[in-house]
């Protein structure tokens, strides 16, 4: 039974990962951050299947930024395979807290890849980096591949470029098993409220039920890559099931703007998004990163990976899954006042 050890593991792509790995009959590590509130909503599900508890689910209190637990756990666990997904990974956020996210993503980075050393694992270990489109920012081609120039145009995508490098220093530097996965823009029902696909389709449908008025949203002109997270976590195991690490771009080579994303949401509901979105300020970057399409080609050469779902199934799986949960609110509304 491989082991595998998930940074991340409560987010996204965490918890799409875990339940890939599980059924592919891993032993799931995964290191959670302590709260005063618990924070495993998205892999909750994964301890009520049988067949999954068998194959053994555990989750470790740690923190990117202490390199002490770190340390522990690596000696503890001692991993196969490590998919470090944990970050402070909000890209407007990073404005705020740049510090913060330099340490978490960035550094954080630098303290698994050295414990990875100093436990003498860099033999064994297999090591996946959650790099980023964002590194691209100021893009210098069109589509981006793994061979375009880095121009970042955040504090995240600074530290996601820094955690690259990283990962490619250590691979050359001390024949790690290090592969960094160029993710483009992936989501899924999982996906963070705060997000914008997430929270536009979140807005649409508790507007549709009359639970929301408006929706505020930034730049609407912004082109992105919007693939579906749960088949972008094949991908990154894939990587470390080849004999020599590499790095991939993962995406679904087409680009569609913000705009676009909330005319198909608004559309599935029957509704015109003009009606309901309003522009502020508050959500603009301080440097915008205007166009990210990128060309997955080697992936699917090498990897034999290619994405299924495409922009249009990925909208409607979102709003089903989002329509349903605001109906749910909307009962619970309904029933209080009764």
């Not at 990962?17 to 495993?40: C, D, M, P, Q, W």
């Not at 088949?231 to 771009?249: F, I």
Request: proline residues 3%.
């Amino acid at each position: 039974m491989k082991r595998a050890l998930i940074t991340g593991i409560t987010g996204q792509d965490g918890s799409y990962l875990a339940e890939l790995l599980l059924n592919k009959g891993y032993e799931v590590h995964g290191i959670i951050r302590r709260s005063s509130t618990f924070n495993t909503k998205r892999i909750d599900h994964l301890y009520q299947d049988s067949h999954i508890m068998e194959s053994k689910l555990f989750l470790h209190y740690g923190d990117l930024a202490d390199s002490t637990r770190v340390n522990r756990l690596m000696y503890e666990l001692k991993p196969d395979e490590i998919y470090h997904l944990g970050a402070q990974s909000h890209v407007r956020v990073s404005f705020d807290i740049p510090e913060y996210t330099a340490n978490v993503t960035g550094v954080g980075t630098l303290r698994l890849l050295e414990a990875i050393r100093d436990t003498g694992l860099s033999n064994k270990t297999k090591f996946y980096q959650a790099s980023s489109s964002e590194m691209f920012g100021k893009v210098q081609e069109v589509p981006q591949k793994e061979t375009t120039p880095f121009y970042p145009r955040s504090p995240y995508a600074c530290s996601k470029v820094f955690a690259y490098w990283l990962a490619v220093n250590y691979r050359e530097s001390y024949g790690l098993h290090a592969s960094n996965g160029i993710l483009f823009n992936h989501e899924s029902p999982r996906r963070g409220e705060t997000f914008v696909t997430r929270k536009i389709t979140m807005a649409a449908t508790r507007i549709k039920l009359g639970l929301q008025d408006f929706l505020y949203l930034g730049n609407l002109d912004a082109k992105r890559d919007w693939g579906y997270a749960k088949e972008y976590v094949e991908a990154m195991w894939l990587m470390l099931q080849q004999d020599n690490p590499d790095d991939y771009v993962i995406s679904t080579n087409e680009t569609h703007t913000v705009k676009e994303f909330c005319e198909r949401v608004f559309q599935a509901l029957d509704l015109n998004w003009q009606d309901y979105v309003k522009y502020d300020d508050r959500y603009v970057r301080p440097t915008e990163v205007d166009l990210l399409v990128g060309d997955c080609s080697k992936a699917k050469k090498h990897l034999n990976w290619e994405p299924k779902v495409k922009f249009e199934e990925l909208v409607d799986i979102m709003v089903e899954e989002d329509l349903r949960l605001a109906k749910i609110e909307l009962a619970s509304k309904q029933a209080t006042i009764i």
